[in-house]
């Protein structure tokens, strides 16, 4: 079962921030919040991943809550592009990824 | 860089028929590759973990015997699915872990769509 709870889905207007939101309450000390999204009918692509420190780069922000229960996936300025399912993911070092059903978003012109 | 590829990226076939989808990571190596099966507005589920030069690593309920793996050299990992039925059509997607450097990182195949009349 995925240790994760996601909306099921979230609009957002084109050019504002889109903020993501993700559940994580049983997660372990050693294991990692990843974040990937799926766009229709292809494979998924890596958006972002931490441990307990807030990270960003060019794709998005990942904001960790200090007690690592939740987290945030921000999109500084969605596009349409940007309208795909998105997966937020812990795992330990095994690399292997239990997917839950996601949040799907979508941007709005 | 980072980059997986599959083929064919859809195929159709007879029931009965066995069908061979390939994942090939395409500038790095990958000792380990991931194979996953995705029905209709449904999620990503797990079928094994490939490993090269020894066998794959099955989750519970997937049939070794019918997803055959095989991961020939550290850039090509196989699924063949053997005397396919109409309810094994779903979208089969493989990933591969990235190198050093980009460690926590999975890089997805685009898929193939497999469809069983």
Known sequence: DAKTTQPTSMDCAEGRAANLPCNHSTISGNEYVYWYRQIHSQGPQYIIHGLKNNETNEMASLIITEDRKSSTLILPHATLRDTAVYYCIVSGNNRKLIWGLGTSLAVNP | ?117
């Open chain 2, 1 to 117: 860089g980072a980059v997986v590829s599959q083929h064919p990226s859809w195929v159709i076939c007879k029931s009965g028929t066995s069908v061979k989808i390939e994942c090939r990571s395409l500038d790095f190596q990958a000792t380990t590759m991931f194979w996953y099966r995705q029905f209709p507005k449904q999620s990503l589920m797990l079928m094994a973990t490939s490993n090269e030069g020894s066998k794959a690593t099955y989750e519970q309920g997937v049939e070794k015997d019918k997803f055959l793996i095989n991961h020939a050299s550290l850039t090509l990992s196989t699924l063949t699915v053997t005397s396919a039925h109409p309810e094994d059509s779903s979208f089969y997607i493989c990933s591969a872990p990235g190198g050093s450097g980009r460690r926590g990182e999975q890089f997805f195949g685009p898929g193939t769509r497999l469809t069983v009349l």
